[in-house]
């Protein structure tokens, strides 16, 4: 959950993020990274089967979609890599 201090809202933990995808596609495998150790610049690699027959846009929306408005606020930067999981 991300946290105002100073009237200023904090960053998301990666766990955090990892979770709500998982929600939105549970049989998903997720890899987060920090990507400049600052908390607001994650990379997620995301593999679902979910995915079969979307083009890559389409998957990104639906990584998007799953972090529930927060991409943009608490989520500064968000680098996005899908693929379909196979069976």
């Known amino acids: 959950m991300a946290k105002k201090v100073y009237g200023k809202l904090m960053a ?4 955090e993020i990892e ?3 998982k929600e939105s596609l549970p049989d998903a495998t997720v890899e987060i990274q920090d990507l400049a ?5 994650y990379s997620a690699s ?7 027959g979307k083009s890559k846009i389409e998957q990104h ?3 998007y979609n799953s ?3 927060k991409m943009g606020n608490e989520l500064h930067a968000l680098a996005i890599k899908t693929k379909e999981k196979n069976g």
């Open 12 to 15: 998301m933990d990666l766990k």
């Open 19 to 21: 979770k709500l995808i």
């Open 37 to 41: 150790g600052d908390g607001n610049h």
């Open 46 to 52: 995301v593999i679902s089967s979910k995915f079969l």
């Open 61 to 63: 929306k639906m990584v």
């Open 67 to 69: 972090l529930k408005g």
